[in-house]
């Protein structure tokens, strides 16, 4: 079969279009903040052998990982027509508690032609404590764990499992409508699908998916001939693990020939007690985000991308835990910290490509309570933005999300609509960017009053080691965490916390500033004391 060059790109935006519907299906209908304004979510199509086709402009740490839960559902589950199967386990092919995904088919005459999936971090799943991001030491307390079950049989709910998630978390009524979202979202891409099959008919279709994964493949291996041949190695630390404070270390080692990449993480820190283990999903899905931002042109988000690259993560090491291993800050944090440890290996190699580092963190913030006004429990969720870095010819971005996230921020209005605070302060935190010839760009400050008693958490990062520079330009600032308290006192708190706060009692969050590239040209950049 001859392929179009032009029936290609159609086919490209076709298939990025229908995963874009879908998310805008699951943010227009969802019901919490977290996803209706942060759009905290990931939509995707497959095809019908579970490749990746498809995925819209959403969650960069969703890229790589859900292809594995769409792999999990399809080994562990039959799926017919009119069927969905919901999942959550990290070690079933998630990511995380929170992030729950949906999974079902798209059929037609001949059968099974796709599939389709939607995956949205709920901001609450159960467990230990309010938004499910506890300083955990196992799984069993980070919340519920839903392994690939059938939540829709043949277009109904099986309302066994339905009742089952609503009976374990803290806010059943909003985990109700953002389910019932998530089930929009996936009906509207088989829909979609099922109009491009019949337009243009099964058998091209087929050829131009397969087309779009070769073409994927070879934008990134002509990336990777870009690359010198040559082994490229650089390390950094997370703070902490939430438990103990020693740091823990990512290494990598990336070996490149020709146009394929091995990306070697043997040199990292076992599993540690706390919950910044990241699963093997989390890292293979930053691997896939490094490679593809080096293409420098847009190109799809398909399984072909992977093709290239080897991915080595031992078992029972930080980068792949094994079970009962906590993982709820392994997908937001230590997702972060494995792009700057690539980044940092390949800069050396790609000098004039490579931007310094950005914030590195998502800076997790959940708190939850009893809700005075109507006598109901809240819990909310909310990653907060920082200092992009520096990069080569241009200044970094301040007050954005960087990186494995891609979301936006809560607006004022819709935090104080929904939960009893009150936000005081929320501005950007100047000078916090690295110094240099391009300075990093800033951070941001956020103070949120609680109105009512409230259980806080907050995972973080870059609290102790600050974002790095490179080629000279100075780092970023670090993050600092502080509760003012009611009576004016102040307590300084560490990357990760969990603390009580009274009605009265401010929390205060600086994100980390971005680093700086290039050594400053005889002036006093951003950044520099």
Known sequence: MSFDPVKLEIFKSLFHSIAEEMGATLRRTAYSPNIKERRDYSTAIFDSQGRMVAQGDHMPVHLGSMPLSVASAIRNRTIGPGDMIVLNDPYRGGTHLPDITLVSGVFGKSGRLFYVASRAHHSDVGGMTPGSMPLAEEIYQEGLRIPPVTLIRNGEINHDVWDLVLANVRTPEERDGDLAAMLAANRTGERRLLEIVGKYGLKEVRGYVDELLDYTERMTRHVIRQIPDGVYEAEDVLDDDGIGDSPVRIHARITVRGSRARIDFSGSDAQVGGSVNAVYAITASVVFYVFRTLVGVPIPSTAGGMRPLEVIAPEGTIVNARPPAAVCGGNVETAQRIVDVLYRCLAPALPDRIPAASQGTMNNVTFGGVDPGNGEPFAYYETIAGGMGARPGLDGVSGVHTHMTNSMNTPVEAIEVAYPVRVERYRLRRGSGGAGRHSGGDG?????????????????????????????????????????????????????????????????????????????????????R
């Open 444 to 528: 941001i400050q956020r103070e949120i009053r609680f109105l009512t008693p409230a259980r806080v958490t907050l995972l973080s990062e870059r609290r102790r080691f600050a974002p790095y520079g490179l080629k000279g330009g100075r780092v970023g600032a670090p993050g600092r965490n502080r509760m003012i308290r009611s009576d004016g006192g102040v307590e300084e708190l560490g990357s990760k916390f969990e603390t009580a706060a009274g009605p009265g009692d401010i929390l205060s969050i600086e994100t980390p500033g971005g680093g700086g590239w290039g050594r400053a040209r005889g002036k006093r950049g951003r950044g520099e």
